[in-house]
């Protein structure tokens, strides 16, 4: 059974960083499409960020260059390092994986993947 498991959320300060990662058990993460998505109360669940089997990535315009999502397949862990933080990236962070290949800007969707964590909260205030 596939089980994904978020960590490293929680309260930084604006101009901070954090490293959320996201453990996956059950199947290896080598043959999956991994992704970052977030959601605040009274809003829709929104991409942050995706990357490939291959490597490729994708970004939402208001993280790129301040997020980087990494894959580590022999720990079947993946990242999402997150610098220069605003107030407005607090929101609960979800992981997701799922089999599925092509471009990845395409791939990127909520609708596409399969497997989901339960979320880490990260919050940006002073």
């Known amino acids: 059974q596939m089980q994904l498991v978020e960590s490293g959320g929680g309260l930084v300060q604006p101009g901070g960083s954090l490293n959320i990662s996201c453990a996956v058990s059950g199947w290896g993460l080598d043959h999956f499409l991994v992704g970052w998505f977030r959601q605040v109360p009274g809003k829709e669940r929104e991409r942050v960020s995706c990357m490939g089997v291959d490597g490729a990535t994708y970004y939402i315009d208001s993280v790129k260059g301040r997020f980087t999502i990494s894959r580590d397949n022999a720990r079947n862990t993946h990242y999402l390092q997150m610098d220069s933080l605003k107030y407005e990236d607090t929101a609960v962070y979800y992981c997701?994986?799922?089999?599925?290949?092509?471009?990845?800007?395409?791939?990127?969707?909520?609708?596409?993947?399969?497997?989901w964590g339960r979320g880490t909260q990260v919050t940006v205030s002073s």
């Open positions: 997701a994986i799922d089999a599925s290949t092509g471009r990845i800007e395409k791939l990127c969707v909520e609708s596409n993947f399969e497997f």
